[in-house]
Nanobody, 121 residues
């Protein structure tokens, strides 16, 4: 089970931190987002060893981390722009690492219901 929280409305240039409480920790975990009229896209992933990958569009602005003791995945989002608006989803797949197809949504088995992020210009 995955439960996201932390979404909201913020002005461009602001920050938000999303959280995802997960029932499992030894999985490849990822954040995806979807804007109206667009396909769901991978934002970033974190493997069991803590290694991370990011999409080019958020690299340097977003940071994924996890607290295994709290079974929580985080997405720190800084320097937000209106292009970051969308519903953000937490996802998990049974994989020790996050392979090259980490940003392929069809490879993930478990999904949260999503949390809305709105960035105003």
């Amino acid at each position: 089970q995955l439960v996201e929280s932390g979404g909201g409305s913020v002005q461009a240039g602001g920050s938000l931190r999303l959280s995802c409480v997960a029932s499992y920790s030894d999985y490849c975990m990822a954040w995806f987002r979807q804007s109206p009229g667009k396909e769901r896209e991978g934002v970033g992933s974190i493997a069991t060893d803590g290694s991370t990958r990011y999409s080019d569009s958020v690299k340097g602005r977003f940071t994924i981390s996890k607290d295994n003791a709290e079974h929580t995945l985080y997405l720190q989002m800084d320097s937000l722009t209106s292009d970051d608006t969308g519903v953000y989803y937490c996802a998990a797949r049974y994989s020790f690492g996050c392979p090259g197809d980490w940003d392929s949504s069809v490879t993930y088995t478990w999904w949260g219901k999503g949390t809305q992020v709105s960035v105003s210009a």
